[in-house]
């Protein structure tokens, strides 16, 4: 079973950046889509970016278009979710997960493995 191990989150101010960073244990998730969703206390878990398993297709929530940049190094076996402009609204647990797919999907459900989640607060 792949694992997969988030990291990078943490406290930034509003219009600060970071850069968030997903280890998965097994070559074997470069033959399938990535994403990254996150969830807000209290709000049920949103999709925010995915990636294909080439990395040349790449898909955004609107919240997010134009802010946050998904990629992935297949040879290091790593997702990256670089976030740019951030907002309060961005507070979340983010996590990573490897799709059932080599092509980008935006639905929970279309994913089965999961990362543990990094925390990201952004301070107004």
């Known amino acids: 079973q792949v694992q997969l191990v988030e990291s990078g989150g943490g406290l930034v101010q509003a219009g600060g950046s970071l850069r968030l960073s997903c280890a998965a244990s097994?070559?074997?998730?470069?033959?399938?889509?990535m994403g990254w969703f996150r969830q807000a206390p209290g709000k049920e878990r949103e999709f925010v970016a995915a990636?294909?398993?080439?990395?040349?297709?790449?898909y955004y929530s609107d919240s997010v278009k134009g802010r946050f940049t998904i990629s992935r190094d297949n040879a290091k076996n790593t997702l990256y979710l670089q976030m740019n402009s951030l907002k309060p609204e961005d507070t979340a647990v983010y996590y990573c997960?490897?799709?059932?797919?080599?092509?980008?999907?935006?639905?929970?459900?279309?994913?089965?493995?999961w990362g543990q989640g990094t925390q990201v607060t952004v301070s107004s």
């Open positions: 997960a490897v799709g059932w797919s080599a092509m980008v999907r935006v639905t929970t459900r279309e994913y089965r493995y």
């Open positions: 990636i294909d398993w080439t990395g040349s297709i790449t």
């Open positions: 097994e070559r074997t998730f470069s033959m399938y889509a």
